[in-house]
C-alpha cells in the first residue's frame, strides 16, 4: 500500500535533522487493519480494528509525533540546540524519545508522577529530561507545567503543544483515515474512537465527511471523572481540547472501566490480540454497535497493545506482575 505523509520531501539540503526524520517516514503509519470476526453474530457487520501499536514507539502517537517535530524542524521553529517540549502521559512522549534521539534533538517532557514504570524506564533509556509533575493534577497539571517552563525560558524551548497544534488532527485525516478508506475499499460506514486529544476522531471525521457524508462518526469518553482508560479525557470534568471539535462526532457514546477489562479478556480469548484498556474500550463501543446494526462496516483503533500496562494486566489476568 502507498504511504499517506502530510509533507512534501524536504530534499537533502534542508537539516542533517530533516534528513534523519526523512530516512525513517516510510515506517510510519501503513498499519494493518485487524478483522474481529469471532465476537459478534451478525455476519452482515463487519469489524476491523487497526492495529496501531505496530508502529515506532508502539503506538498511534508515532504518526502525532513525527509530524509534529518534522514540521516544526522544516519551518524553523525548533531551531539546532533548542529542546523540544510537551506534556504526555506516555505515547506521544515515547514517540517523541525516539525520533528525537534519531534526529538528535534535546526532549524535555512533563508527565504526572503516577504514570507506568514502563513508561517511566523506556523514556530514562531514551535519555529523556523528565520533569514529573503532580499525579493529582494529571495531563492538565503536566500541560501547565510546560506552559510555565516554555515562559520561563522562550528561547530554550520549542512548545509542541499536542493538545493545541494543527499536526495533531492532520496527521490523522492525511493518514490514517486514507489508510482505513483504502484497506476498506471505500467501504466504511461507521468509525468508533476514543478521544485524548480528539486528534485521531477530528482528523479521521474531516476526511471521511469529505469522502462521504454519510460515514458516521462516534467519539467515546469515560463514563467518569476517574476511570482507568488511560489515553482518553473525561470532557465533563476535564473540558474539552482544543484540538478536539464537538462538530466531529456524530455521537459521543460512555465507556466503563470495568466493561472494557471485561473485553480486554474476551479478545485475548477470541482473537489472540493482548491490547490496552482503551483499546478494549473502543472495541466495547464498537460491539455494541455492531449489536444494533442489520448492515455496516465499522472500523476502531487500536491505539496501543498490553505491553505498558503490566500492573494492570497483572490484575485483570490475576497473575504475578
Ligand atoms: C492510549 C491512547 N492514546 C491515544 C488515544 C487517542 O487519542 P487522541 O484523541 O489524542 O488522538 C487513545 C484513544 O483511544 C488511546 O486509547
Not at 119 to 134: D, E, G, W
Not at 255 to 267: F, N, R, S
Request: aromatic letters at 8%.
Amino acid at each position: 500500500m502507498t504511504a499517506h505523509f502530510s509533507y512534501e520531501s524536504s530534499g537533502k539540503a534542508d537539516s542533517p535533522a530533516l534528513e534523519k526524520l526523512d530516512e525513517l517516514a516510510h515506517y510510519i503509519g501503513n498499519t494493518p487493519l485487524f478483522p474481529i470476526t469471532n465476537m459478534h453474530e451478525n455476519a452482515k457487520v463487519k469489524v476491523f480494528a487497526k492495529l496501531e501499536w505496530q508502529q515506532f514507539g508502539g503506538s498511534v502517537k508515532a504518526r502525532v509525533a513525527f509530524n509534529i517535530i518534522r514540521e516544526a524542524v522544516k519551518n524553523g521553529s525548533l531551531g539546532n540546540g533548542q529542546h523540544l517540549l510537551d506534556a504526555s502521559t506516555g505515547n506521544t512522549g515515547i514517540a517523541y524519545a525516539i525520533f528525537a534521539a534519531v534526529a538528535n534533538i534535546p526532549l524535555t517532557l512533563c508527565m504526572p508522577a503516577n504514570v507506568t514504570e514502563e513508561r517511566k524506564n523506556v523514556l530514562n533509556a531514551l535519555n529523556v529530561n523528565v520533569v514529573y509533575t503532580p499525579s493529582h493534577l494529571g495531563p492538565q497539571g503536566a500541560h501547565d507545567v510546560a506552559k510555565q517552563i516554555k515562559s520561563d525560558k522562550p528561547d530554550d524551548f520549542f512548545f509542541a503543544d499536542q493538545y493545541s497544534n494543527a499536526q495533531n488532527w492532520q496527521s490523522h485525516y492525511h493518514e490514517t483515515a486514507t489508510e482505513i478508506w483504502e484497506q476498506t475499499e471505500g467501504q466504511v460506514t461507521h468509525f468508533v474512537g476514543g478521544i485524548g486529544t480528539g486528534g485521531t476522531v477530528v482528523g479521521v471525521s474531516k476526511r471521511f465527511k469529505e469522502l462521504n457524508d454519510q460515514i458516521k462518526i462516534i467519539g467515546l469518553q469515560p463514563s467518569s471523572e476517574v476511570h482507568g482508560l488511560d489515553g482518553w479525557v473525561h470532557l465533563k470534568s476535564a473540558g474539552s481540547p482544543k484540538v478536539f471539535d464537538h462538530k466531529a462526532s456524530d455521537s459521543i457514546v460512555e465507556v466503563e472501566t470495568e466493561d472494557a477489562h471485561k473485553v480486554l479478556k474476551d479478545l485475548v480469548d477470541n482473537e489472540g490480540l493482548m491490547v490496552s484498556p482503551s483499546s478494549a474500550a473502543n472495541l466495547k463501543a464498537t460491539l455494541d454497535l455492531a449489536d444494533q446494526l442489520d448492515e455496516g462496516t465499522i472500523v476502531t483503533v487500536f491505539p496501543d497493545d498490553a505491553s505498558k500496562y503490566g500492573e494492570v494486566m497483572s490484575r485483570i489476568f490475576n497473575y504475578q506482575a
